[in-house]
């Protein structure tokens, strides 16, 4: 799926799209070559045209209207209102240049997901749901430094970077568990979790493991079936 999403993604005229988003970053996140676009399709499956798919967390729709333009039929996308107030019609916009319709889903840690039906592909993509909204980790590093490395420390009160607190082992364990009851046989679900906080806590570590398809300190893409 790889080689025709590039395509794809290339050929489309995204048109009015590109003014509605003047920092740029539509096309910056689109860019097929780096991060996140690369790694997703590189390990999404071939599936029928007619397969179910949902994008989970779509902000821009990016995914579900590519998905689209490759023919695929059955695509549905969800968005959270609570997580992107600041830029709500900004989104809209694009929602309705895209001819998308995000349902509402909000994914509570420890909580049982609820979708309406299952799925041969769910895509949780370049996401920080895996991140809870009670506490903080500020982490800051030397101005010499250029890149997420090891060298990143976290610190009290103000950071270079500020994340929630990420989900622990048993938060883990219910969403998978969760999630799966929603795969049809042999479906997958592709999910990234960025940034990726787990190196440094083995116990959520080894529980993931089997589900890593690679993984930095920037991200990590996991496949569950």
Not at 4 to 18: C, K, M, Q, S, V
Not at 121 to 149: F, S
């Amino acid at each position: 799926m790889e080689k025709h999403f590039r395509e794809t993604l290339g050929a489309i005229d995204w048109g009015p799209a590109y003014y509605i988003n003047p920092v740029g970053y539509l096309f910056e996140s689109t860019d097929p070559t780096i991060g996140w676009w690369d790694t997703a399709t590189r390990h999404m499956p071939e599936i029928d045209k007619s397969a179910d798919i949902l994008d989970v967390g779509t902000w821009f729709g990016i995914m579900p209207r590519v998905l689209k333009e490759m023919g695929y039929t059955n695509v549905e996308c969800t968005e959270c209102a609570a997580h992107n107030t600041g830029v709500r019609d900004k989104l809209t916009a694009l929602h309705e240049l895209f001819d998308i319709q995000p349902y509402e889903l909000e994914v509570f840690p420890g909580k049982e997901l609820t979708l309406p039906k299952q799925y041969d592909l769910i895509l949780i993509l370049h996401t920080k749901m895996h991140w809870k909204i009670h506490d903080l980790y500020c982490l800051t590093r030397t101005p010499e430094q250029t890149t997420l490395t090891k060298e990143w420390q976290i610190a009290k009160g103000e950071g270079t970077h500020t994340f929630f607190v990420p989900w622990n082992l048993s938060e883990w364990q219910t969403f998978i568990t969760s999630i799966k009851k929603y795969l049809k046989p042999g479906g997958q679900c592709i999910i990234q979790p960025h940034p990726w906080p787990y190196d440094d806590q083995p116990e959520v570590l080894e529980f993931l493991q089997p589900y890593i398809l690679e993984s930095s300190m920037e991200q990590a893409t996991l496949c569950i079936k």
